[in-house]
Structure formats: C-alpha cells, structure tokens
C-alpha cells in the first residue's frame, strides 16, 4: 500500500467540507485533482470513501471509520511540523555543552546568561568537568558542544579555535612574589608547585625547561580540580599556574595572579565537536555567540 499524505488531505478535507468545490478551494487545488486525490486513496484502500450524489458528497460507513485515523494522522504531521519550526527558529530545543569547570563558573557562565536572555524557551544542560574530559564527553555524545584548552581528538571528534587564554602565577596573598606587578621566568626557581592533573602540567614543566635547564618543579600537592589548586595555593602550600578567568575568586581563595613576562604565557582554547554530525540550531546559534567573544578572558 502506497498511501500518501496529499490523498490523506483530501480525504479529510472533502469529509469536512462535503464538497469535492469547497475542498479543492481550502487545499488549493482544482477539483478534478481532488477528485483524483481521493479516488486514488480509495484504489489504494479498497474501500469506497464517498457516496457521491448528484448534489451531495457523504461518507460511506468505511470512511466513518477511517475518518478519525486519517485526522490523527494529519495532526501527528502538524506538530511534527511545528516542532521543526520551534527548533528551527529556537522557540524549543536543548543545549548540551561542557567546559572546565572553572571555565564554566565563569566566562562560559556568562556567554551562556546572554543565551537564555535571547533564547529563553531553551533548555540548558551544562556539565562543568575536568579540562582533560571534555573530548571524551562530546566522544560519547554526553555534549554536543564542549569547550576547552588544546586536546588531542582523534578522527571522531573536530575542533574549531575559539580564544586565546593568557596563564598567570597563582601565589598567596602574602607570598613575596605577591607584591610584584609581573613575575620572570626565573622567579619560579626554587617554588613548591600546587599542580592540578592535567596534559597542562607536563606542558608547563616543558616550558620552564626552554626558559632554562635547570628550573624544575617541585611538586608538593597534586589535586584533581583548578578549584582545589587554588585553595591550597592560599593555603601557602606553593604556587600554580592558573588561566586568566580565575582571578574572579582571587578573593574567594585569597590568591594574586601575576602576569608573566619574557615570554608571557597563553593557552589555545577550542570549541569541540563530534565530526560529519550536524549540530541543533541551539548549539549552532550558542557556537555563533562564543565566537563573539564578548568580555572574553
């Protein structure tokens, strides 16, 4: 059975109408292409729809009976057109996104306020995690989008630059570097190191060793979390290496973030995808609004 949707129309329409004219009229057609729509219905059925008279089209018992199927049908495809044009126009749909956690409470915090502002009927579901788990995230499909620091992707997941992020010394308050404008490369010599696990420390020892052979790290605390990183650096326990949007809680923590120079620091952050797979508009319009950059850290 080749039953189509333009036949189940007709169908409906001339049932409400009881006119092949009047129907022709609402659908825009001619009356002999509905005529034709509702004859080939029939041929398809095997059933007589119509008892067609002289000056009266009525309903056989049949299309009684099939009269409520064919209007359920119609209006199963009127919302699932509505519902296409709500997530087109973004009156409906969800936005998965993931970013450091951090990141999260932050920046992303902020670019995502803007969002609900202007698309307030989506639904949004962010999960804030380690820098290292975003790939794996948007990889299992637990995120369309993610946002982080430079990872490694393999052939499944893509990434889009998004920013630069400058990298500051964390230290305590009443740390002797505290009072400093800006550190040097070779002030870090000697420090206790507060690191977090991330591909991030191996890459900041790498840089310390191009700056000069003989400064290292000497680790005393190694945490899971940036957030901890930083408690424990106002705790005195040594200094971090912490992107620029932490200096929100440089209060809350009772940490300085210092500049560095001769080079200054900076990390390449990305936005993550699954590859060959279409993003929701939602995710595309917030993707839009991150390349935007307003107030970016």
């Known amino acids: 059975m080749n039953l189509s949707l333009r036949q189940i129309r007709a169908f409906s329409m001339v049932a409400r109408t009881g006119s092949f004219?009047?129907?022709?009229?609402?659908?825009?057609?001619?009356?002999?292409?509905?005529?034709m729509l509702v004859q080939q219905a029939e041929d398809e059925l095997g059933l007589k729809l119509f008892d067609r008279a002289r000056h009266a089209?009525?309903?056989t018992e049949a299309g009684h009976q099939l009269l409520p199927l064919a209007r359920r049908m119609l209006e199963d495809l009127r919302q699932?057109?509505?519902?296409?044009?709500?997530?087109?126009?973004?009156?409906?749909g969800v936005l998965r996104v993931v970013a450091p956690q951090l990141l999260a409470c932050t920046w992303v915090a902020d670019v995502l306020a803007r969002f609900e502002q202007a698309y307030p009927t989506i639904g949004l579901h962010i999960t804030d995690a380690k820098a290292d788990d975003i790939v794996g995230t948007v990889r299992r499909g637990d995120a369309e989008l993610g946002i982080g620091p430079e990872r490694s992707t393999g052939d499944d997941v893509g990434r889009s630059f998004l920013m630069h992020v400058p990298m500051r010394l964390a230290c305590a308050a009443n740390h002797p570097l505290a009072a400093r404008k800006t550190v040097g490369w070779s002030d870090l010599r000697d420090q206790r190191w507060v690191l977090y696990r991330s591909d991030f420390s191996r890459y900041l020892e790498q840089r310390l060793h191009e700056q000069d052979a003989s400064?290292?790290?000497?680790t005393v605390v190694e945490v899971e979390y940036l957030t901890t990183a930083m408690a424990m650096v106002g705790k005195g326990s040594g200094v971090a290496m912490v992107p620029d949007y932490a200096r929100t809680f440089e209060t809350n923590f009772g940490v300085r973030l210092l500049p560095l120079r001769n080079p200054a620091l900076q990390r390449e952050f990305f936005?993550?995808?699954r590859r060959a797979l279409a993003l929701s508009p939602a995710a595309e319009a917030f993707a839009r609004m991150l390349q935007q950059k307003p107030g970016k850290p």
């Open 271 to 273: 936005i993550y995808q």
């Open 21 to 35: 004219t009047l129907a022709a009229r609402q659908l825009h057609l001619t009356q002999s292409a509905v005529s």
């Open 215 to 218: 400064l290292s790290m000497q």
């Open 80 to 92: 699932i057109e509505q519902g296409a044009t709500d997530l087109r126009t973004l009156r409906s």
């Open 57 to 59: 089209v009525t309903l």
